[in-house]
């Protein structure tokens, strides 16, 4: 049978769905001499492989059609690389998709596949590279333009991010994964109203709502005990080394045990210690990351489950799937996220009065549940060093911020070169995990420069190797700087267990409070300024104090250890209070 014949016969089988026999077609025909050297038989045969399931296998058709060279030399090489890929063998797969573009440079899907498998090494500028080449030349595959916006966002280009995903929603307008980018965006664009943010967040439940129908009658909630504790479950990704478990860990340890019993859904499986913490500390622990949301759900109900806290809200790895079965009594959204998930099935939010005073009800789908204090509670680390000023540097004051670049808003920016201007001879230091990246550390200096930043007065630092090292670095600044709209929360206690006064600006939204909650949590109030001037002269005040000694910042950290702010059995005991009579107020 002819190469081509054996090709149609095999397709026909394919669309009948009978892949096995269209293989077995092609396998016999690639056997034969005339086979084995045509290129087209053995790129078609290795696609249906792959399709199956047997990349290896494909491997070796793919290598065959790459011999033969010619048209489909570009081909073979990017769908070998597919195959490495998706065998986890990253390396071979780059230089396999390197070959297909050094054949025929303007296919723009390989162009994105490269970017893919890069922005998964770590690799972000040579990511964004590629992805825009992938963009430009029209690729077919609508998660290069997704995946782009998601690394933009990343680095502080949040408004281009942003076109990107709108243009995407206009082909796919129920892209739930887009939509929930897009969503977490605005809490970073300085150009969105609450209003807009409310939109974005409520436009992306209905999306998660509209995708799954068959579910809006899955069971119903465990109805009301008489007696007996409270059934609490905790639902997060980030139950380990996370930013997010610091301050959860108060409600796991620090509960009566007698009166909450405790479950922990894990959506991540994580090692380490504060893993094993929350382990030891709750009354059940489930690694759920291979669940899906509907087993979720029905591991929640049968657990009798009468609270599910959410701890992630619309971030990644989130759940929401899961409130939207309604597996519990009563859903609350906690800790993870400053900003509603704008899900009617999300029944309470957990903010304070700093952060959502009165009268800011219309931010959100859900009802605010106020604690008095802070709506958080720091846990410290334990292997942080002792606070100590770096003595190498003298001179002016160091302002410095270690927040997400995704957070330096232009707003931000200008914000902070009015900071720099006003005390002459100050220096500005910024660190993020991604600065260690080459091409994200100029697009951070171009980006300061283009707000008003002399590139001489700045310094962009490399992300430290380990937690202790990134809180050592605290030794390489006098104040920190918070950023807007969306304050740091994780910096912002890390700055001042390490010794640095941080400045905030308080703003119009529980993201740009979160700042001004937390510095009065750790009578650090003062700190916060209403409007940009007071801010600019806050920072010139501290900055006036001359530069922080050791005795300084270890009576800072000493302040902040015995606050509200650390205080974890008084936070968790107003805690559970709070969300018991919001349970009997819907019993």
Known sequence: MAASDAISQAAALRRDGRPEE?????????????????????????????????????????DRAAARGGATLAAAHAMAGNALALLGRDRPAEARY???????????????????????GGRIGEAIVSLRRAVELGSADAADGVILAGLLGQIGDVDE??????????????????MGNLAYLTNCSDACTPADVLTAHARLAGALRAGRPAWALAGSPPEARASGPVRVALLSPDLGEHAAACFAEPLVVHRDRAAVHLTCVSLRRHEGPTAARLRSACDAWHDAESMDDDAIAELLRHAGCDVLIDLAGVTAHHRLGVVLRRPARLHLTAIGYPCTTGLEEMDLRLVDAVTDPPGTEGHMTERPLRLDGCFLCYRPPDDAPEPRAARAEPGAARFGS?????????????????????????????????????FVADRVRARCAEAGIDPGRLDVLSSA?????????????????????????????????????????AGDRHAARVGA????????????????????QAARSLAAEGRRNDAARASLRAQVRCSALCDGPA???????????????VA
């Open 517 to 536: 909650s937390l510095l009065a949590a750790a009578g650090c109030g003062a700190w916060v300024a209403g409007t940009p001037d007071a801010y600019v």
């Open 465 to 505: 190797a380990d937690r202790s090292g990134h809180l050592a670095a605290y030794g390489h600044i006098d104040v920190a700087l918070d950023t807007t709209p969306y304050n740091g929360t994780t910096t912002t206690c890390e700055a001042l267990w390490m010794g640095v006064p941080v400045v905030a600006l």
């Open 22 to 62: 269209a293989a077995e077609v092609l396998t016999r025909a690639a056997s034969r001499p005339a086979g084995a050297q045509d290129a087209a038989l053995n790129l078609y045969l290795g696609d249906l492989l792959l399709a199956m399931g047997r990349a290896e296998r494909a491997l070796f058709y793919f």
């Open 402 to 438: 270690f927040n997400n670049l995704s957070k330096l808003s232009g707003t931000t920016l200008r914000l902070w070169a009015r900071v720099l201007e006003a005390c002459p001879g100050s220096r500005l230091v910024l660190k993020s995990r991604l600065t260690r990246d080459p």
């Open 161 to 178: 991010a942003m076109d990107l995903l709108r243009a995407h929603l206009r082909l796919h307008p129920g892209d739930a994964a887009a």
């Open 98 to 120: 390197r070959a297909a573009l050094e054949a025929d440079g303007s296919i723009g899907a390989v162009h994105g596949k490269l970017g893919a498998l890069l922005a998964r």
């Open 571 to 585: 936070y968790t005991a107003g805690f559970y209070g709070a969300l018991r009579s919001a349970l009997e107020a």
